[in-house]
């Protein structure tokens, strides 16, 4: 599969953008273009990220309203009464001994 490599020339950064991205660049240990790479990877990357966090969010919210009112205990109820039973056999002598 070959793969198709684009060219992207941005014209008219002030130059404090520029001084910026030359500064943040030398802090990674890489070129003005290379910086400028990874800004535009990580930002679009996770827009797309944000977008799948509320895609899950949604459904999150519609599962909770369609099983809203049949009585599952909580997860804080559920870790209370873990929690006591560990402490539970814990406490107990061992039988096997």
Known sequence: MET?????TVRNLDEDVVRRL???????GRSAEAEHRDILRTTL?????????QQ???RLADFRRRTAGRGSPAAAELLAEARAAR??????PDEGT
């Open 4 to 8: 198709t490599i684009a060219t992207l």
């Open 22 to 28: 030359r500064i943040r660049a030398a802090e990674h």
């Open 45 to 53: 990357m996770a827009d797309g990220e944000q977008s799948r966090r």
């Open 56 to 58: 899950i969010a949604a």
């Open 87 to 92: 402490a539970g056999a814990l406490a107990r």
